[in-house]
């Protein structure tokens, strides 16, 4: 669930107000979005990808996060780099290649293929390139 | 509709084409419908571009380049996991619309497919939050309007019965809304029964709930009980990615005959009892870095919690996808995605998917196909038949169709009434034991209760504003939650995803979609027009020639 929104991070853009389908967040008297409705968050993770300023941290938990829990220790979080992170790897933000250029799902899928549609038998994780087949993925 | 403490007048607009929904098919509908010359309004629950299942998470398509070969295999590796319930005539046009819409998705579209090493892409998935927000990008070029955070919340019809606009409630302006509509596209996603499953807790079955009381029938809703893998204490599912895993047992030893495809009944029936471990340990270095870049979003919980899923065993659970990747929905009646109800179409999970994938989708990557093609139909349709409209139809009453959770038929309950309708839907259709792992013994006391919960959303569950919302969101779970289970009761058999205990065969003649309609009183019959498959399509193709 959504667990912080950085007070010295947000530029005010209302941005997570906005993209939140849940309709979490609303508007803050100072400008800086405040969790008005956390018990709905889905922990989708979208608001964290479309901010700006990488102000928001949504912990791995689909409850909220109990009390001193490291998920709500926003300088920890911003020194192990944590904040930001998805919005990095998925590639928006200026100057970044979008993580779909980067794609390779398409490699696990024929591989996913090749072994059958089950998965590989325990002993066959070597990652050789052998029988990749064309047959359709069964990515969910 | 009445709003108490509303800070602004009601909103008043008239369209060509409504589309409720925010995901891909209503994406579709919407860019398709305006290409088509209609005047376009997307009225959704959240927010279009992070809406719904697909855009926080990544998924295949089913994209077969068009040659025989390749198309005949594809069609044919699902029929018998779908209990041959799929139909060859719709397969074939959505391989067709599919591999055009994913063109257009690159060329119009933009979006950044990877490079195939030849010069080309390879168009065989979509990220989502990439995927949706080029989508949205695309209908603010065509000059759409778009209602965020505006979830619909009944159906107009004229005094014919046609569906001829929308009423709904813009949650962040706190006001209500109306829009007078030719036609009107439902795409609101399936039903997961607010279980946290990734991206789904918009999808509560609103537009079946609003198409049943227009007088639309389902079909397949015994096919419902998709549960998807996730960390325990996640959201994150993506069910696939296991099938690289080793599950095991809170002893260390290898649970046998746990999968992510065949063998998921396995992890639930032990979860009953005991927790079930995981390790991703068969995937090598080049397909755990397949999976990096492939889906980002699974690492997120695994990285935040600093465990490395590929080498250190952690706790699963299975977490009820219900409708969204099972494949029951709104019953689709002919091509251009029409239910039986005049000027209401329908697109995406909204609609049944038997028609593509039987009663067993394991996989997003047919339901993604069908919210391009379905989407692209529903919208060229409702165009087509908001156009050739008599221009008085601009002046047709708007009665209100909604019932249950606005207008109850005794005393309102009290404003947070929907909160204790949710728990009672949620306690017979969540657990594995009577929702997953069926038997008759077990669905029909389930069924019960959930009758006697909709005896009491009619007669008194009740909301206004906000509130109106949340009280069809759960009327709207009870329903679907009833249509499941009178199905599944129906169904005299095993099939498809549906699997019972107590009958654990599969009869021939059986093999019929099942319909279900009404709301108070549920009728089931089997469609009169029965699955195409591959021998009756191979005939009807020689007949055409």
């Known amino acids: 669930m959504i667990e912080i929104v950085s007070r010295d991070r947000c530029v005010r853009c209302d941005i997570c107000v906005k993209v939140c389908p849940m309709d979490v967040f609303e508007p803050g008297t100072d400008g800086v979005p405040v969790i008005a409705r956390q018990p709905d968050c889905q922990t989708c993770f979208m608001c964290e990808a479309h901010c700006p300023a990488d102000a928001l941290f949504v912990a791995p938990l689909a409850g909220p996060a109990p009390a001193g829990s490291p998920y709500t220790d926003e300088a920890a979080l911003v020194a192990s780099g944590a904040m930001g992170r998805y919005r990095h790897v998925i590639g928006w933000g200026r100057g970044r290649t979008p993580g779909s250029r980067l794609d390779k799902n398409f490699v696990f899928t024929a591989r996913l293929a090749a072994s059958g549609g089950e998965g590989p038998s325990r002993t066959d994780a070597s990652g050789d390139d052998a029988g990749v087949s064309e047959r359709q993925p069964e990515a969910s | 509709m009445t709003v108490t403490g509303t800070s602004s007048d009601p909103l008043d607009l008239s369209a060509g084409v409504l589309v409720a929904g925010g995901g891909p098919a209503a994406a579709w509908a919407e860019y398709k419908a305006a ?191 998709a549960y998807a893998i996730a960390p325990e ?180 309950a009290a404003r947070d009434g929907y909160r204790e309708v949710v728990a009672a839907v949620q306690a017979e259709v969540h657990p594995y034991e009577k929702n997953y792992l069926r038997h008759g013994d077990r669905l029909g006391p389930a069924l019960a209760n959930l009758h006697a919960t909709w005896d009491r959303v009619r007669s008194s569950l009740y909301g206004t504003g906000a509130g109106a919302v949340h009280a069809r969101q759960a009327a709207a779970m009870t329903a679907h939650a009833r249509w499941m289970y009178t199905a599944a009761l129906a169904r005299q058999e095993s099939r498809g995803m549906h699997k019972r205990e107590d009958l654990p065969g599969s009869d021939e003649s059986w093999r019929r979609r099942l319909l279900v309609e009404g709301l108070d009183e549920i009728r089931v019959r089997p469609d009169p027009v029965a699955p195409v498959g591959p021998q009756e399509y191979a005939d009807h193709l020689r007949a055409a020639s």
Not at chain 2, 113 to 141: A, H, S, T, W
């Open chain 2, 233 to 412: 204490f996640s959201s994150v599912t993506k069910t696939a990615y296991y099938s690289f895993a080793t599950f095991y047992r809170e002893d260390g030893t290898v649970l046998e005959g746990a999968g992510s495809q065949k063998g998921r009944s396995v992890i639930a029936r032990t979860l009953l009892t005991e927790k079930v471990y995981c390790r991703i340990d068969r995937a090598g270095p080049d397909v755990q870095r397949a999976m990096r870049l492939g889906q980002p979003n699974f690492f997120l919980p695994f990285d935040r919690m600093g465990v490395d899923p590929f080498t250190r065993l952690f706790p699963v659970t299975l977490l009820l996808e219900g409708t969204v990747r099972g494949t029951g929905g709104i019953r689709v009646a002919d091509d251009e995605c029409a239910t039986s109800v005049p000027g209401l179409y329908v697109a995406g999970d909204a609609a049944t998917r038997e028609l593509v994938c039987g009663g067993f989708t394991g996989g997003g990557s047919h339901n993604a196909a069908w919210a391009i093609s379905s989407g692209t139909w529903a919208g060229r349709g409702a165009a087509r038949f908001s156009a050739a409209l008599a221009p008085s139809a601009s002046r047709r009453p708007l009665i209100p169709a909604g019932g249950a959770g606005l207008r109850p038929t005794g005393r309102p």
């Open chain 2, 35 to 225: 290409q088509a010359g209609a005047d376009v309004v997307l009225a959704d629950k959240g927010y279009c571009g992070t809406s719904g299942a697909t855009a926080s998470a990544g998924t295949g398509v089913w994209y077969v380049p068009p040659r025989p070969a390749e198309r005949e295999r594809a069609m044919a590796s699902r029929e018998a996991l779908g209990g041959h319930l799929a139909d060859r005539h719709w397969m074939a046009r959505v391989l067709d619309q599919t591999y055009e819409g994913m063109g257009e998705l690159a060329d119009a579209g933009r979006y950044p497919f990877p490079p195939d090493g030849e010069g080309g892409q390879v168009r065989r998935g979509v990220q989502g939050p990439e995927y949706m927000r080029r989508m949205r990008i695309l209908l603010r070029r065509a000059g759409v309007r778009i209602l965020d955070h505006s979830p619909v919340v009944e159906l107009l019809t004229d005094e014919d019965g046609a569906v001829a606009g929308v009423a709904g409630y813009q949650r962040q302006r706190d006001r209500p809304y109306r829009v007078r509509a030719g036609a009107v596209v439902l795409a609101t996603g399936g039903c997961a029964f607010l279980s946290r499953a990734l991206g789904c807790d918009v999808n509560t079955g609103d537009g079946a709930l609003m198409a049943a009381e227009a007088g639309a029938e389902l079909s397949g809703m015994e096919f419902s009980n």
